[in-house]
C-alpha cells in the first residue's frame, strides 16, 4: 500500500513505512482551505489546515507501507482524519501518485482530500486572511503557525517550494518563528 502525504504527514507520519519518496499527484493542490476548531484552532479563534482540492499539481511525499500492516495503518489513518463524531472534511480516495526518483512509476496512493460540502472547507482565501487567521490560531496539536511553517521547511528539505505557502510565510508577523 501507498499513503501519499501532502501536510503534517509528510513530518508525522505517525505509522510504520518501509519507504519514504518524493511524488507528485496531478489533479489535486495543496491549499489551507479548511477551518480548524481544535487542532490548529478553537471555535473562538478557529486556525486553518491543509487540504487537497481540486486542479493544479502537488508535490509531497508516498510512503511505502508493507501489506501486512496496511489495514493497521488505514485505521490510524483514519481515526486521524476522519475522527468519530466531528465533521467530515475529507474523504478517502486512491489516486494515482508518480513517484519521483523511479522514472515512469506511478502507484496507486491512499490520500485525504477536502470535502467541498464541509461547512469548513474555505475556497480560495485570500493569502492575507490565511496569514491573519494562521497567525493567530492555536489549538490542541499546536500553534497553526508551527503547522505551516513545519510543512514549509519540510517541503524545501525535499527541494520542493510552494508558492502558496511561502506567500502566507512570507505575510506572518516578524519575530514569532517557530
Not at 106 to 117: E, M
Not at 157 to 164: C, F, N
Amino acid at each position: 500500500m501507498w499513503v501519499f502525504a501532502y501536510g503534517s504527514l509528510i513530518w508525522r507520519p505517525g505509522f510504520a513505512h518501509a519507504g519514504r519518496h518524493r511524488a507528485l499527484l496531478r489533479g489535486w493542490h495543496r491549499s489551507f482551505c479548511l477551518w480548524s476548531h481544535r487542532y490548529r484552532g478553537t471555535p473562538d479563534v478557529p486556525g486553518l489546515v491543509l487540504g487537497l482540492d481540486r486542479g493544479g499539481a502537488c508535490h509531497g511525499v508516498a510512503f511505502r507501507v508493507p501489506g501486512d500492516h496496511a489495514a493497521e495503518v488505514l485505521r490510524y489513518l483514519d481515526d486521524r482524519e476522519l475522527p468519530d463524531g466531528a465533521e467530515v472534511v475529507y474523504h478517502r480516495r486512491l489516486v494515482p501518485a508518480r513517484i519521483l526518483d523511479t522514472p515512469g512509476l506511478v502507484v496507486p496512493a491512499v490520500t485525504y482530500v477536502v470535502n467541498r460540502a464541509s461547512r469548513n472547507y474555505v475556497p480560495r482565501l485570500p493569502a492575507e486572511r490565511a496569514a491573519s487567521v494562521i497567525a493567530a490560531g492555536v489549538g490542541q496539536m499546536g500553534a497553526n503557525r508551527d503547522y505551516l511553517l513545519n510543512t514549509l521547511s519540510h517541503l524545501q528539505e525535499l527541494g520542493v517550494r510552494d508558492a502558496g505557502l511561502e506567500r502566507i510565510a512570507a505575510l506572518l508577523p516578524a519575530g514569532l518563528d517557530a
